[in-house]
Protein backbone atom coordinates (compact mmCIF):
# COMPACT_ATOMS: atom_id res chain seq x y z
CA UNK A 1 0.00 0.00 0.00
CA UNK A 2 1.17 3.34 -1.07
CA UNK A 3 0.90 6.18 1.26
CA UNK A 4 -1.34 8.95 -0.58
CA UNK A 5 1.43 11.85 -1.08
CA UNK A 6 -1.58 13.76 -3.26
CA UNK A 7 -5.40 14.24 -2.26
CA UNK A 8 -6.79 11.13 -2.87
CA UNK A 9 -3.53 9.86 -5.25
CA UNK A 10 0.13 8.56 -4.72
CA UNK A 11 2.05 10.33 -7.44
CA UNK A 12 5.57 9.36 -7.75
CA UNK A 13 6.66 11.05 -10.66
CA UNK A 14 5.73 14.24 -12.19
CA UNK A 15 6.77 15.16 -16.03
CA UNK A 16 7.40 17.83 -18.25
CA UNK A 17 8.07 17.33 -22.01
CA UNK A 18 8.36 20.93 -24.45
CA UNK A 19 9.25 20.59 -28.07
CA UNK A 20 9.37 24.06 -30.54
CA UNK A 21 9.14 23.65 -33.95
CA UNK A 22 10.83 25.84 -36.28
CA UNK A 23 10.62 24.75 -39.63
CA UNK A 24 7.96 22.39 -41.97
CA UNK A 25 9.28 18.72 -42.42
CA UNK A 26 10.19 20.12 -45.94
CA UNK A 27 12.25 22.92 -44.40
CA UNK A 28 9.83 25.64 -44.96
CA UNK A 29 9.99 28.35 -42.53
CA UNK A 30 7.25 28.61 -39.70
CA UNK A 31 4.73 31.06 -41.14
CA UNK A 32 4.71 33.43 -37.76
CA UNK A 33 5.67 31.84 -34.66
CA UNK A 34 7.22 28.96 -33.83
CA UNK A 35 5.06 25.93 -32.91
CA UNK A 36 5.64 24.78 -28.99
CA UNK A 37 4.13 21.55 -27.81
CA UNK A 38 3.62 20.39 -23.77
CA UNK A 39 3.38 17.31 -22.37
CA UNK A 40 2.45 17.24 -18.72
CA UNK A 41 2.26 13.80 -16.96
CA UNK A 42 1.46 12.25 -13.68
CA UNK A 43 2.79 8.86 -12.45
CA UNK A 44 -0.25 7.69 -10.07
CA UNK A 45 0.30 4.54 -8.26
CA UNK A 46 -3.60 2.46 -9.09
CA UNK A 47 -4.86 1.06 -6.07
CA UNK A 48 -7.68 -0.80 -8.39
CA UNK A 49 -4.32 -2.55 -10.13
CA UNK A 50 -5.15 -6.56 -10.17
CA UNK A 51 -8.70 -6.78 -9.12
CA UNK A 52 -12.55 -4.93 -10.45
CA UNK A 53 -13.55 -2.38 -8.75
CA UNK A 54 -17.26 -1.56 -9.43
CA UNK A 55 -16.56 2.22 -8.24
CA UNK A 56 -14.51 4.44 -9.47
CA UNK A 57 -15.96 7.39 -7.72
CA UNK A 58 -13.60 8.13 -5.41
CA UNK A 59 -10.59 8.59 -8.50
CA UNK A 60 -13.00 10.36 -10.72
CA UNK A 61 -13.97 13.01 -7.35
CA UNK A 62 -10.32 13.35 -6.65
CA UNK A 63 -9.32 13.72 -9.76
CA UNK A 64 -10.37 18.04 -9.38
CA UNK A 65 -7.29 18.29 -7.39
CA UNK A 66 -5.32 16.65 -10.11
CA UNK A 67 -6.64 18.62 -12.80
CA UNK A 68 -6.20 22.07 -10.85
CA UNK A 69 -2.32 21.05 -10.36
CA UNK A 70 -1.94 20.43 -14.20
CA UNK A 71 -3.61 23.95 -14.68
CA UNK A 72 -0.79 25.42 -12.20
CA UNK A 73 2.21 23.36 -14.17
CA UNK A 74 1.37 24.14 -17.73
CA UNK A 75 0.30 27.92 -16.52
CA UNK A 76 4.24 27.91 -15.29
CA UNK A 77 5.04 25.96 -18.14
CA UNK A 78 3.77 28.46 -20.90
CA UNK A 79 5.35 31.37 -19.04
CA UNK A 80 2.75 33.48 -20.27
CA UNK A 81 2.43 32.22 -23.90
CA UNK A 82 -1.09 31.35 -24.97
CA UNK A 83 -2.33 27.94 -25.08
CA UNK A 84 -4.65 27.35 -28.18
CA UNK A 85 -4.93 23.48 -28.19
CA UNK A 86 -5.17 20.98 -25.83
CA UNK A 87 -5.71 17.40 -25.86
CA UNK A 88 -5.28 14.08 -23.15
CA UNK A 89 -4.23 10.53 -22.53
CA UNK A 90 -3.65 7.61 -20.70
CA UNK A 91 -0.95 4.95 -20.43
CA UNK A 92 -2.15 2.35 -17.88
CA UNK A 93 0.01 -0.19 -16.29
CA UNK A 94 -0.67 -3.51 -17.33
CA UNK A 95 -2.04 -4.93 -14.14
CA UNK A 96 -4.73 -2.73 -14.62
CA UNK A 97 -7.69 -1.42 -16.63
CA UNK A 98 -8.05 1.12 -19.25
CA UNK A 99 -11.59 2.19 -17.12
CA UNK A 100 -8.56 2.98 -14.53
CA UNK A 101 -7.09 5.64 -16.15
CA UNK A 102 -10.15 6.81 -17.91
CA UNK A 103 -11.46 7.74 -14.52
CA UNK A 104 -9.05 10.37 -14.18
CA UNK A 105 -10.03 12.39 -17.89
CA UNK A 106 -13.71 12.92 -16.53
CA UNK A 107 -14.83 16.62 -16.59
CA UNK A 108 -14.01 17.14 -12.87
CA UNK A 109 -10.23 16.54 -13.84
CA UNK A 110 -10.44 19.07 -17.47
CA UNK A 111 -12.43 21.97 -15.99
CA UNK A 112 -10.08 23.37 -13.36
CA UNK A 113 -7.50 22.86 -16.90
CA UNK A 114 -10.11 24.83 -18.86
CA UNK A 115 -10.28 27.24 -16.31
CA UNK A 116 -6.23 27.35 -15.89
CA UNK A 117 -6.78 28.23 -19.57
CA UNK A 118 -9.35 30.88 -19.88
CA UNK A 119 -11.79 28.72 -20.82
CA UNK A 120 -12.09 25.77 -23.19
CA UNK A 121 -15.10 25.93 -24.96
CA UNK A 122 -14.31 22.50 -27.26
CA UNK A 123 -14.48 18.87 -26.08
CA UNK A 124 -10.83 17.59 -25.09
CA UNK A 125 -9.53 14.95 -27.42
CA UNK A 126 -8.14 12.15 -25.76
CA UNK A 127 -6.95 8.26 -26.06
CA UNK A 128 -4.72 5.81 -24.23
CA UNK A 129 -3.56 2.43 -24.14
CA UNK A 130 -2.01 0.02 -21.57
CA UNK A 131 1.26 -0.83 -21.36
CA UNK A 132 4.79 -0.38 -19.57
CA UNK A 133 7.77 1.99 -19.61
CA UNK A 134 8.81 2.54 -23.28
CA UNK A 135 5.11 2.67 -24.77
CA UNK A 136 5.12 5.43 -26.97
CA UNK A 137 1.22 7.41 -26.56
CA UNK A 138 0.96 9.42 -29.69
CA UNK A 139 -1.48 12.50 -27.61
CA UNK A 140 -4.46 14.18 -30.20
CA UNK A 141 -4.37 18.10 -29.64
CA UNK A 142 -7.23 19.90 -31.04
CA UNK A 143 -8.23 23.76 -30.94
CA UNK A 144 -9.58 24.42 -27.23
CA UNK A 145 -12.65 26.74 -28.26
CA UNK A 146 -13.56 25.36 -31.61
CA UNK A 147 -12.99 21.51 -32.98
CA UNK A 148 -14.04 22.52 -36.09
CA UNK A 149 -10.56 24.56 -36.91
CA UNK A 150 -9.17 22.13 -38.86
CA UNK A 151 -4.89 23.43 -38.89
CA UNK A 152 -4.98 22.59 -35.02
CA UNK A 153 -5.24 18.92 -35.73
CA UNK A 154 -2.03 17.78 -34.50
CA UNK A 155 -0.88 15.24 -32.25
CA UNK A 156 2.29 14.99 -30.08
CA UNK A 157 4.33 11.72 -28.96
CA UNK A 158 5.93 10.42 -25.67
CA UNK A 159 7.05 8.04 -23.86
CA UNK A 160 8.21 7.51 -20.11
CA UNK A 161 11.52 5.37 -19.93
CA UNK A 162 10.88 4.38 -16.01
CA UNK A 163 7.00 4.01 -16.04
CA UNK A 164 4.21 3.18 -15.68
CA UNK A 165 4.86 0.42 -13.60
CA UNK A 166 2.30 -2.88 -13.55
CA UNK A 167 0.27 -1.57 -10.27
CA UNK A 168 0.47 2.52 -12.12
CA UNK A 169 -1.24 4.98 -14.64
CA UNK A 170 0.28 7.86 -16.05
CA UNK A 171 -2.03 10.77 -16.84
CA UNK A 172 -0.52 13.01 -19.19
CA UNK A 173 -2.25 16.51 -21.06
CA UNK A 174 -0.91 17.82 -24.33
CA UNK A 175 -1.07 21.77 -25.17
CA UNK A 176 0.08 23.81 -27.99
CA UNK A 177 0.93 27.76 -28.50
CA UNK A 178 -0.71 27.38 -31.85
CA UNK A 179 -2.00 25.26 -35.31
CA UNK A 180 0.61 23.09 -37.29
CA UNK A 181 2.78 25.21 -39.44
CA UNK A 182 1.87 26.41 -42.80
CA UNK A 183 -1.55 24.67 -42.40
CA UNK A 184 -3.09 24.91 -45.79
CA UNK A 185 -6.55 23.11 -45.67
CA UNK A 186 -9.00 25.29 -45.86
CA UNK A 187 -11.91 25.55 -43.13
CA UNK A 188 -12.43 27.73 -40.65
CA UNK A 189 -9.84 29.73 -39.37
CA UNK A 190 -8.55 30.13 -35.63
CA UNK A 191 -8.93 34.04 -36.25
CA UNK A 192 -12.80 33.91 -36.85
CA UNK A 193 -13.45 31.29 -33.82
CA UNK A 194 -16.55 32.13 -31.84
CA UNK A 195 -16.36 30.03 -29.04
CA UNK A 196 -19.48 29.95 -28.33
CA UNK A 197 -20.80 26.11 -28.53
CA UNK A 198 -17.20 24.01 -28.93
CA UNK A 199 -17.92 23.79 -32.64
CA UNK A 200 -17.01 26.94 -34.29
Same mark, same amino acid.
Do not use: F
Given at each position: MRTLNFGAFHIRKWYLQVEDTLAGETGAPADGEPLRKFVLAACIHNPYAGRYEPDLSAWIEGSVALGQEFGRRI???????????????? /?? =??? =?????? %??? /?? %???? %?????? /????????????????? =??? /???PLAHKDALYVRSHYDSVSALFNDGPNRDEVIVCWSFATRGRLNARLGGLKASEVKGLDGLV
Open positions: QQAANGQAIESYGKAI /LV =GTD =GEYEHG %NAL /LT %NPAA %NPIRDA /LGGGKSWVPSTGKRGGP =GTV /LDI
